[in-house]
C-alpha cells in the first residue's frame, strides 16, 4: 500500500463576510481535494484536546496519532529536535520570536517575516549580549528562533503564542508563573540590544517597521515519540517548510525532504513540493507534504490569499500525487487541516477541523466536497482525533 497525506495547515475556517458568507475552502477551486472526500470518508475530528492551545504543534501530533496527553511537552522542543540540538537536562527549550510591538501591542508576530540575515545578524548580537544569563540562541527560518536556557529545571510559567494576540495589549499577555522574573529580564535586556542595533538603522532607512522585540514562549522539555513505522508500519518521510514539522518528522524515525524553495510562507515553491513528493513515492510506503501557505493567509487576514494558496496547494501538490498515487495497485490519500486558522480573528481556533481520505479498501460514505460545512453536516466524528491515523492506515471502512 503507498499512503499520501497532505496538510494544508490552517485550511479549516468559518465564513467570512469578504467571501459573501463562505469560507475560504467553500470558494477555492479544489478538484482533487473535493475528489477525496467524495470517493472516500469525510469528517472532523478533535485535534486540540481540552486544555491545550490550538497550534501545528498539538493539531499535528493528534492528527499524526500521538496522543497530546502522553507525548506533548511544548512546541520549541520539536523544533529544537528539527535542528539535532543537544539539550542537558538542567535546560529549558524556548521558541525565541523577533516581533514588533509598538503601542503597547503586538503588531507583528513575525517583524514583518523579517529576513533570514537580518534575524541571524541579531540572533548573534543577542548572544554575546546575553551570555552571561545562560542563554544560546540558536537561528530558524526567519522569525523563528530557539533558545536553550540553563539552570531552568524549575522554571515554570505560561506565555501567550505570539500569533494569537496580534493587537492586542502585550501587558495583558506577559509570561506569568514561577521564576518569570528571569524571563522578563531576558526580553528586557533583548529590547534594547534590538533598538540600536544597525539592523533597525537599515529598516528605518528602507521604510520598512522595526523589529523591536523577542518574545518568549512555546517552552518545554526534549520530546520522545515512538516510530511512526513501529506504531503504524509503513515508512514515511517529510516535506515541510517549517522546523516544527522537521522536528516531529524527526522524532517519528522519518526521512526529512528538504525541497529548493519551500518557505513555510504562501510564497513557497509549491510545483517543487508536488514534484518531490511524487519522486519520493518511489522509493517509500508514505509521503507527508505539509503548507503552511493558508494558515500564514489566514494569519495575515487575507481570505483571497487563502483560496489562493488552497487553489495552488490542489493543482500543483495534490494533483500531481493523485495521478501518481492512483498507478499503484493499493494506494491511500488523506486531506487533513491540523486546527482552523480563522482570517475572521488572525487566529488559531479549537474548533474541529475536517479531514478527508479515500483509496482502496475505503468506501464512498458522505460524497460530499471537502468543505466545513459538509464534513459538519453529514462527516464521521472521530475523537480524540489520534484514533484517526489508525483507521486511515487501518483495514477497509
Ligand atoms: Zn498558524
Redesign the pocket.
Known sequence: MKYVVILP??AHDLPLPELGGKTPLDVARIPHMDRVAQTGRLGRFVTVPEGFTP??DVGTLSLMGYDPHVYYTGRAPLEAAAKGLAVRPDQLILRCNFVEIGDGLMQDNTAGHIAQEEADTLVAALNADLKNEGCDLYPGVSYRNLMLLADAADLQFRAAPP?DIIGQPVARHAPQGDGVERVTRLMDRARGVIAGHEVNRRRRAQGKAPVTDIWLWGQGRPTVLEPFAERFGPRAAVITGVDIMRGMGRLMGMEIIEVPGATGFIDTNYAGKGAYAVRALDRLDMIIVHV?AA??S??MGKADEKVKALERIDEHIVGPLWERVTREPAWRMLVAAD?P?LTSTRG?SSIPPLFAFCGTGIAAVERARFTEAAAEAGGWWITPAHEMMRAFVGPTH
Open positions: 495547515d490552517g497550534a501545528t500569533h503552511e494558515d500564514e489566514a494569519h486546527h486558522t488559531h
